[in-house]
């Protein structure tokens, strides 16, 4: 994590928790040793903590295909094929790893016109749309506009996302700040029910989700593009984590 800084932020401490004190019945048959074992069992803090982490991006994740229009699938097949062929080939160029390109999507199409109660078939429609990782930050601008300067009128930019590539760090700071808010918050609970907060009794991580702060959509056709280079802001990257935790009463 050197390449990269990490701001920690922390959810507020008081929202959307639950409250649980349940207790058996008194009169149970017999002693009463297990009835009170249970009860104590039963009683607890029952809360719902949220944690977030936050980290420059590393790398760009670019949804990049060709669309060709045709009367026949052969020649918007060919006109595809020719469109992806450039542009893989100027990515290569541009110096982009074979290994950071792969296929996201293929498909053919029919393409109908519709007129009153009818559909009358126009032609044929094919799309290639591959995910492409770029890893200098600086030139995802660049790449983008000699990807759409090679595909020509077929380019197609679906979406640019930025990340953190190893989000380790990230994923247990995050979960560390979710543990902290469930803590101040079962705090707050007890405090006001003058009771106080015992040991952990149950704890389960209820969903960790990795969020993108930073996502630039585009779709555009190379002739129609300004002279002015793109420009594109990666932001932060962010992840949550959200835990529930029950904590006994003492």
């Known amino acids: 994590m050197s390449a990269r800084s990490i701001r920690i932020a922390r959810w507020p401490a008081v929202l959307g928790a639950?409250?649980?004190l349940a207790a058996l019945a008194a009169g149970c048959s017999g002693d009463g040793g297990d009835a009170d074992t249970d009860a104590a069992a039963q009683r607890g803090i029952s809360v719902t903590g949220y944690g977030t982490a936050s980290g420059e991006p590393d790398i760009a994740?670019?949804?990049l295909g060709v669309e060709a229009l045709a009367e026949s699938v052969a020649d918007a097949r060919e006109e595809a094929a020719r469109a992806i062929a450039a542009v893989a080939a100027e990515l290569r160029e541009a110096g982009v790893a074979d290994a950071d390109v792969r296929t996201s999507s293929f498909s053919i199409s029919p393409r109908y016109d519709y007129r009153s109660d009818r559909q009358e078939l126009i032609g044929y429609r094919v799309t290639n749309t591959i995910s492409v990782t770029a890893r200098d930050l600086n030139g995802v601008g660049s790449l983008l506009d000699r990807a759409a300067a090679a595909g020509g009128d077929a380019?197609?930019?679906d979406g640019v996302s930025f990340r953190?590539?190893?989000t380790a760090a990230l994923e247990r700071q995050a979960r560390i700040n979710a543990i902290e808010d469930a803590k101040a918050r079962a705090d707050l609970y007890a405090e006001q029910l003058g009771v106080a907060r015992g040991r952990v009794s149950g704890v389960q991580e209820v969903?960790?989700?990795?969020y993108p702060?930073?996502?630039a959509r585009i779709q555009f056709a190379a002739a129609e593009a300004a002279p002015a280079p793109t420009q594109l802001f990666p932001g932060e990257y962010e992840v949550s984590a959200r835990v529930g935790v029950v904590?006994?009463?003492e």
């Open 207 to 210: 969903d960790f989700s990795p």
């Open 247 to 249: 904590f006994a009463i």
């Open 61 to 63: 994740v670019i949804a």
């Open 155 to 157: 380019t197609r930019v």
């Open 213 to 215: 702060v930073a996502d």
């Open 164 to 166: 953190v590539e190893d």
């Open 18 to 20: 639950a409250l649980a």
